[in-house]
């Protein structure tokens, strides 16, 4: 006998290959840091560790992606609402799941009838006494053992968060206590997780009444065991598996897939007898325990069927709850574990008990890390993956759009070169058409004015307002006159010509049109027709201002006899009489020539142009009509200036009218004899009288008119020029604001296409930016989901 003990000690104590747990006889706690670390237990708490970590990353990559999402809540082609409503959602999904990760713990409720060792089992597992035990029914609520985070021992009741002292245990839970708490209610208990090692592996034990003593049953499996990763089963060995305990576990299965039991047959120190009787009890013992193991596999294979045969042999043990307590009591004094009174075969029980804890830390280390963690750690996989398909289609969309944004930029880009390259050919070629157009309306203008004057006395003609010599009518006649003139002389500019030039200047600009429309958007060539209509034709304005172009006219109303001497000297003379307009100041005239002669002239030239603007006035002949831009000066004291003397001494005769009547009637009575200068003379006096009769109001009017048609003829030959200039400008003008205006649209369409160029640069930095984003973000999801496939292989496949 002493020899079994102390091979069974050898083997306790660590010499026995597979067995955990510390020597008996060496201490207490010995080599602590060791087992721990060796523990199965620590599967667990680095696998809640890692997958606590990789939930944080999960949480940081949903925020990152929403923040993605709101900055892009303006690019609805890239960004849809629902996805980002949908990414929004998952950050409360992921922080319910971390806070949910943080209180994850492996779960053990321990179930069976009134007084069979639940209390007890817990308190030894605890390595001291917690929980309240004793004879008879103890424990009448639920009590949850877990560790303890500040080391203090507090108990907190159900619906309150006031810290009791742990002392308190045994008065709140036992059966006999006066301050009876119902039996569905939790009563949290916090132990220092350093005084117990399964505390600190996050292992949280729950006590339970009787069930014999309860038929609420239901609402506890609901409560308190939906979310246990292990049942265990505590039975009394004295007597065998109840109908009672049965029915629990058959209602946990029913709302439980296959859960993981193990039956503890406690007490099984009774089964000890004196050493007298020792071969005979074994043998009974023997088959007492292979008569509870037979039971207890049929009931979980065959009723249950929640393991196989050899898993069930593996959950069910035989052990004294009380011995192992007692023990480890004992170990923690220091002393060895075997010390006291203890009944025959303690070491073959402490050594079940101990092998029950080690199945049990396998079993509810891999149970829990799948139940609590395999979830979780799909449900992150499904939300990265979602993540990283709507950022999938983010970055493709992105791309799709930087693609064609790229695309419409060069277009536009080509289209403004080839738009500016037309715009300065069509504007080299419109400014050779306006100038050519310019210069044919410049031409037909002078060429039309020019036939006008020619006609003028018509024109004069048919101004039909009643006349009279005295000056105040004759201001008011004037006027009218130069009215009616520049009103005539402009209808008949406007009847030959702006007809054809209105006609030419609509199809120039019909035609810039139509050339500068072709370089504008489709939205721009409506404003561009509108550029063109006008409510009327152009038309030219032919400012004459016969008013003060003929302000200086005076008329000579005088009556002159066309036989006068003068008048026959100037008949005969003819064309060259009337360079003849001065009497006797010849002199003057070549006094006042010489002065103005310039002394650095040719001395060859003989006959120099004088302007007429540079002529004294009191040299001109004021009775004569005299044309004298006609007259001409020589330049040098040739015997010309013989012959201009001579003509003037002629002029000088006939401007003095009696002087020379008489001289002439004394040569032609020596001549031809009184009668015939009496005949001729009476002849001649008849025409005088003749013409002084028909000298009337309407030969005034006539002889005005003359006057006034040879003046105005004179003056607006010198204008010719200047109104055609004047006209062609208009045309001009006209032809290049048109030109202008379609210019301007086509400059706010190129800086339209500039900026729109501009525009899609900053849409591509943005999309590019956008997708570059979406590309890291989708990165990250792929390496989450590997990280979670790391995870599930070294903590879920290999549980398996």
């Known amino acids: 006998m002493a020899a079994y003990i102390n091979r069974t000690i050898s083997l ?74 949908q990414i929004e959602g998952y950050i409360v999904k992921v922080k319910a799941i971390r806070e949910v990760l943080t209180r994850d713990h492996m779960k053990v409720a321990f179930f069976g009838r009134t007084s069979n060792g639940k209390s007890s089992v817990i308190n030894a597992m605890l390595r001291d006494k917690i929980l309240p035990s004793g004879i008879g029914h103890t424990t009448n609520c639920f009590l949850q053992v877990e560790g303890s985070e500040n080391g203090e021992a507090y108990l907190v009741t159900e619906d309150s968060t006031e810290k009791q002292n742990v002392k308190s245990v045994g008065q709140l839970a036992h059966a006999l206590c006066k301050e009876k708490l119902g039996e569905s209610q939790l009563v949290h208990i916090y132990w220092p997780k350093d005084k117990c090692l399964l505390l600190r592996d996050d ?9 014999d003593v309860s038929p609420n049953l239901d609402e506890w499996i609901d ?19 109840m109908l009672t305990e049965k029915n629990f576990f058959h209602k946990v299965s029913t709302k439980l897939s296959k859960p993981n039991i193990f039956i503890l047959n406690n007490r099984w120190d009774a089964s000890a007898t004196e050493p007298e009787f020792l071969d005979q009890q074994r043998n009974e013992q023997s088959e007492v325990r292979g008569q ?67 199945k049990f830390e396998e079993c509810i280390s891999k149970s829990a890390v799948r139940t609590k963690f395999e979830q979780h750690s799909q449900r992150g996989k499904l939300i990265v993956n979602e993540i990283r398909s709507i950022m999938d289609a983010s970055y493709d969309r992105a791309q799709q759009l930087k693609t064609e944004k790229v695309v419409a930029k060069k277009e536009i880009h080509d289209k403004l070169n080839f738009t500016e390259q037309q715009l300065l050919l069509l504007t080299q070629e419109m400014k050779d058409k306006i100038h050519q157009m310019v210069e044919d309306v410049e031409q037909r203008v002078s060429k039309a004015l020019s036939e006008e004057i020619r006609r003028l006395a018509v024109l004069v003609d048919e ?15 004037k006027k009218e006159l130069h009215l009616h003139v520049e009103n005539g002389l402009g209808s008949n500019l406007r009847a030959r010509l702006s007809t054809a ?62 036989w006068g001497f003068t008048s026959i000297i100037c008949r005969f003379a003819g064309k060259r009489a009337n360079s003849i307009a001065l009497t006797n100041y010849s002199q003057r005239c070549r006094a006042w020539f010489r002065t103005t002669s310039s002394p650095t002239e040719d001395p060859q030239t003989e006959v120099a142009l004088v302007p007429i603007s540079t002529i004294p006035r009191d040299l001109m002949s004021p009775a004569e009509n005299v044309d004298v831009t006609q007259l001409k000066f020589p330049t040098n004291n040739s015997e010309d200036w013989s012959s201009v003397a001579s003509r003037i001494a002629m002029a000088s005769i006939g401007s003095q009218g009696t002087m020379g009547g008489l001289l002439v009637a004394g040569f032609m009575l020596k001549t031809v004899g009184w009668r ?125």
């Not at 055609?724 to 086509?746: G, K, M, P």
């Open 203 to 211: 292992v949280v034990f729950v006590d339970s009444p009787g069930i």
């Open 501 to 562: 030039l209105a006609m030419n200047i609509e199809n120039s600009q019909r035609e810039m049109t139509e050339r500068m429309s072709a370089l504008l958007p489709a939205d721009k060539k409506q404003v561009s027709l509108n550029v063109l209509p006008r409510r009327e034709p152009f038309e030219i304005l032919y400012r004459l201002n016969c008013d003060n172009l003929c302000a200086d006219f005076h008329e000579d109303l005088e009556f002159r006899f066309s």
């Open 676 to 800: 015939l200068i009496l005949v001729t003379g009476a002849i001649y006096g008849c025409i005088y009288l003749y013409e002084r009769l028909t000298w009337t109001n309407k030969a005034k009017e006539r002889e005005f008119k003359r006057q006034y048609v040879s003046h105005a003829t004179k003056k607006l030959r010198l204008i010719v020029d200047l109104t055609s200039a004047n006209c062609s400008h208009q045309v001009q003008q006209e032809l290049s604001s048109t030109f202008a205006r379609l210019c301007h649209l086509v400059d706010e369409a190129t800086n339209d296409m500039d900026t729109e160029i501009k525009t899609l640069e900053k849409e591509i930095r943005q999309l590019e930016e956008a997708a570059n984003s979406a590309k890291v973000l989708r990165n990250k999801a792929n390496y989450i989901t590997k990280e979670l496939e790391l995870f599930d292989d070294a903590y879920l496949k290999l549980r398996e």
């Open 463 to 477: 101004f039909n307002l009643p006349f009279h010599p005295e000056q105040l009518v004759l201001n008011v006649y």
């Open 12 to 85: 306790m104590s660590g010499d026995g290959p597979g067995i955990r747990g510390p020597s008996l006889g060496l201490g207490p706690m010995a080599d602590a840091r060791s087992l721990r670390d060796s523990s199965p237990l620590q599967i667990f708490v680095k696998a809640k560790k890692k997958i606590n970590d990789i939930f944080v990353e999960i949480e940081d990559y949903v925020r990152d992606t929403v923040t993605y999402m709101q900055s892009l809540q303006q690019e609805k082609a890239i960004v849809k609402a629902d996805d980002a409503v």
């Open 223 to 241: 409560k308190h065991c939906l979310d246990a990763d292990v049942f265990v089963l505590v039975a009394n060995a004295e007597s065998t598996l």
């Open 292 to 358: 509870h193991m037979e039971r207890a596999v049929d009931f979980l294979v065959k009723e249950l069927k929640v393991c196989t045969q050899k898993e069930a042999n593996e959950r069910i043990f035989f052990v004294s709850a009380k011995e192992a307590l007692q023990a480890r009591l004992q170990e923690q004094k220091g002393q060895p574990a075997h010390s006291g009174a203890l009944a025959e075969g303690f070491p073959n029980r402490y050594f079940e008990f101990q092998d029950f804890e080690r």
